[in-house]
Each structure stands twice: as structure tokens, then as C-alpha cells.
């Protein structure tokens, strides 16, 4: 039997934002996975940058990876977030059997284009390695655009995917059950939330959306997500990918 079969998962990312890493927790907590989470360890943040470091060209248990994320799951080590929910879904309950579980996927990779990095690339839509302060009218402009043409057209491609489901009965993107693709649609409208607050209270109130925002609270309300998102293990939003400048939101 492969050593990755049992044991418990070891997520490896930076401590004190949600960011990328949040996705990941998210189909752990929901499953009740053994894992452990160097957000929380003392010095967790050395693991993560010894496994980036220029000097590190990997071992037996993967290549080096490009930026955290990352999973070790027995002897296994891999990165990329949707790399990790794909590994994972099976694994934990939380995708459909079979090659229905791409269908899973690109509902997965659609959620995360649209609602985590275009979200990130409009507080940093020249270079990352520029302040914020450095690129704000740029920023202005993108967030503009984001608000008003990008995000509503995600949300209309989810609302469309959601209303036969709804027809049936079923809130969520695919088949009978929650998957992975729902955790992620819902961690991507939560970090709107915090980033966009007016514009999202907006597009809620629109009623254009309602499966969309049905989703979310029918996810934000699942025992163990509800438990998780009143724990400290639930990391605050500040600055990583959703961050709230009240000049990039809706008007008042």
C-alpha cells in the first residue's frame, strides 16, 4: 500500500493571510482531514521559504516548488492550487467518480481565474513588485473594469451552470453532492466580500445572482465550514490577494 494512502496532510504556506493556502484548508476542514498547517507553527514561515529558495532543486519527494502552496502528503510533496484540489478531491469525498471530476475541475479553474486573480491583479495590475501606491490610478481603472465587466460575467457563467441544478432541487454547481468546485466558488465570493463589500452588496441585491449567493451561504453554513469559520484557525483578510481599499469599491 502506498504511504500516501493514510497519514495526515501537511499544508505548507505563509502565515497571517488566507490567500492562495485558503482554498485548500477549506476542503480539509469541510472533509475532517488530519492535517497540520505551518500558518500556525512557530517558525512555519522558514519551511515554506527553504522549499522556495533558489538553492533548493528538490528531492525524492517532488521538484522544488515555484511558490506555496504546497501539500506533503506521505511521500509526496506537490504545489499549485488547483494541482493540490485535484490530488485531494478524490481523496477526501469531494469530487464525482470517473472523468466527471474535470467537469469538477473547470468549474474549479474558472472560480479561481475570475474571482482570485483577476481580484489580486487589481490592487497590483502593472507589477507585483510595485507598491500599491506606486500603480493607484492604474489599479482605479482596473478595478473599475473588474467590477463592472469581469465579475458580473463570472457570475452570470455560475448562475447559468447553477440554474438547472436549482431546478432540481440542488444547490450546487455539480451532481447531488458539494465538491470542491463549490468550496472554491465560495471562498472567491467571501474574499470579494471583504475586498469589494459595496459592489458585492450590490450585485447580491440585483437578484441576477441569487443561486450564486444561495451557494455561498449554503456552503458558509455546512457544520464544519461554519465551525472552522468562527475558529483562530480561520486566518483574517488583509493583505493578500482580496484586500478592501475603500477607492478601488463601488461608490458610495
Given at each position: 500500500?502506498?504511504?500516501?494512502?493514510?497519514?495526515?496532510?501537511?499544508?505548507?504556506?505563509?502565515?497571517?493571510?488566507?490567500?492562495?493556502?485558503?482554498?485548500?484548508?477549506?476542503?480539509?476542514?469541510?472533509?475532517?482531514?488530519?492535517?497540520?498547517?505551518?500558518?500556525?507553527?512557530?517558525?512555519?514561515?522558514?519551511?515554506?521559504?527553504?522549499?522556495?529558495?533558489?538553492?533548493?532543486?528538490?528531492?525524492?519527494?517532488?521538484?522544488?516548488?515555484?511558490?506555496?502552496?504546497?501539500?506533503?502528503?506521505?511521500?509526496?510533496?506537490?504545489?499549485?492550487?488547483?494541482n493540490i484540489l485535484l490530488y485531494l478531491a478524490p481523496r477526501l469525498g469531494l469530487a464525482p467518480d470517473g472523468d466527471?471530476?474535470?467537469?469538477?475541475?473547470?468549474?474549479?479553474?474558472?472560480?479561481?481565474?475570475?474571482?482570485?486573480?483577476?481580484?489580486?491583479?487589481?490592487?497590483?495590475?502593472?507589477?507585483?513588485?510595485?507598491?500599491?501606491?506606486?500603480?493607484?490610478?492604474?489599479?482605479?481603472?482596473?478595478?473599475?473594469?473588474?467590477?463592472?465587466?469581469?465579475?458580473?460575467?463570472?457570475?452570470?457563467?455560475?448562475?447559468?451552470?447553477?440554474?438547472?441544478?436549482?431546478a432540481q432541487g440542488r444547490p450546487w454547481l455539480y451532481g447531488e453532492t458539494l465538491t470542491y468546485a463549490d468550496l472554491?466558488?465560495?471562498?472567491?465570493?467571501?474574499?470579494?466580500?471583504?475586498?469589494?463589500?459595496?459592489?458585492?452588496?450590490?450585485?447580491?441585491?440585483?437578484?441576477?445572482?441569487?443561486?450564486?449567493?444561495?451557494?455561498?451561504?449554503?456552503?458558509?453554513?455546512?457544520?464544519?465550514?461554519?465551525?472552522?469559520?468562527?475558529?483562530?484557525?480561520?486566518?483574517?483578510?488583509?493583505?493578500?490577494?482580496?484586500?478592501?481599499?475603500?477607492?478601488?469599491?463601488?461608490?458610495?
Amino acid at each position: 500500500m502506498s504511504q500516501r494512502s493514510n497519514g495526515p496532510y501537511r499544508l505548507i504556506y505563509w502565515p497571517t493571510i488566507p490567500g492562495r493556502g485558503e482554498f485548500i484548508r477549506l476542503a480539509l476542514e469541510e472533509a475532517g482531514a488530519d492535517y497540520t498547517d505551518t500558518a500556525h507553527e512557530e517558525n512555519g514561515v522558514k519551511t515554506v521559504l527553504s522549499l522556495i529558495d533558489q538553492n533548493f532543486v528538490g528531492d525524492q519527494s517532488g521538484l522544488p516548488p515555484f511558490a506555496p502552496p504546497i501539500l506533503e502528503h506521505g511521500d509526496l510533496r506537490i504545489s499549485q492550487t488547483p494541482n493540490i484540489l485535484l490530488y485531494l478531491a478524490p481523496r477526501l469525498g469531494l469530487a464525482p467518480d470517473g472523468d466527471a471530476i474535470y467537469h469538477v475541475n473547470s468549474l474549479a479553474l474558472t472560480a479561481l481565474d475570475g474571482l482570485s486573480n483577476e481580484p489580486h491583479d487589481t490592487h497590483h495590475p502593472i507589477a507585483v513588485e510595485l507598491y500599491y501606491e506606486d500603480q493607484l490610478e492604474e489599479s482605479k481603472r482596473r478595478s473599475e473594469s473588474y467590477r463592472k465587466n469581469r465579475l458580473p460575467k463570472f457570475l452570470s457563467y455560475f448562475e447559468r451552470v447553477l440554474k438547472p441544478q436549482a431546478a432540481q432541487g440542488r444547490p450546487w454547481l455539480y451532481g447531488e453532492t458539494l465538491t470542491y468546485a463549490d468550496l472554491v466558488l465560495f471562498q472567491g465570493i467571501d474574499g470579494l466580500k471583504f475586498a469589494f463589500p459595496r459592489a458585492l452588496s450590490r450585485l447580491e441585491k440585483s437578484g441576477e445572482y441569487s443561486n450564486v449567493f444561495k451557494l455561498y451561504e449554503t456552503v458558509k453554513n455546512r457544520p464544519r465550514i461554519k465551525a472552522y469559520l468562527a475558529s483562530d484557525r480561520r486566518l483574517e483578510y488583509s493583505q493578500g490577494i482580496y484586500r478592501h481599499y475603500p477607492e478601488l469599491d463601488d461608490a458610495e
